[in-house]
């Protein structure tokens, strides 16, 4: 083999090697944004979801009641070792938080789905609140978080994110860490953030449905 096409096959490898990083830091960086969000909370998703719905302010979607979706069933393991099953809670407004104790973005938002939870239990109002952690690689990390932030909701053991994936193609369904997706009184998929939010901003999504008939 002469010198110059040594040369050649030499740099042709270099380059593919460098081709090779560049794409695995690409994803790598793509991966990083999808699993935890930014903590501005009036940054504004894509809308890749599709479905009839407007995106609002601080990123929040809503769908008009009668294009609403049935919500997926879910149900499994606690954090605490118990049981849930959200079919149970059809006629209560639903607040679904997917989270993460690794996210900072979901210990930014904590404090308020704690403070809105127990002051919406303590007046008796139709509302019930479950968390679905995801990708903690154990319960003993999600108990500890709840205990630091006063979550006193149940919350759904999902490191696989498995629950996440039952939404239908084509709703308003969880593309982000964290999430939150509130369900009317008749288990529909009727509000969706994909950013942390603040207490004004969970009280928006919540309150128009506990009003409707």
Known sequence: ????????????????????????????????????????????????????????????????????ADAPRLDGATVDGKTLDTATLKGKVVVLNVWGSWCPPCRGEAKYFAKVSKE?????????????????????????????????????YDPDGKLMLRFPKGTLNPQAIPSTIVLDKEGKIAARTLVAINEEQLRSMIDPLLAEK
């Open 1 to 68: 083999m002469s010198l110059s096409r040594a040369l050649v096959r030499r740099r042709s490898r270099s380059t593919s090697g460098r081709a090779l990083l560049l794409t695995a830091v690409t994803v790598a960086g793509v991966m990083t944004l999808t699993s935890c969000s930014d903590a501005d909370g009036g940054s504004k998703p894509s809308n890749s979801s599709g479905g009839n719905y407007v995106t609002g302010a601080g990123g929040i979607s809503r769908v008009a009641k009668g294009e609403r």
């Open 120 to 156: 919406m239990t303590d007046a008796g109002q139709d509302v019930a609140f479950v968390g679905i952690n995801t990708r903690d690689n154990s319960t003993q990390n999600a108990v500890n978080f709840e205990q630091d932030y006063g979550i006193t909701y149940p919350s759904l």
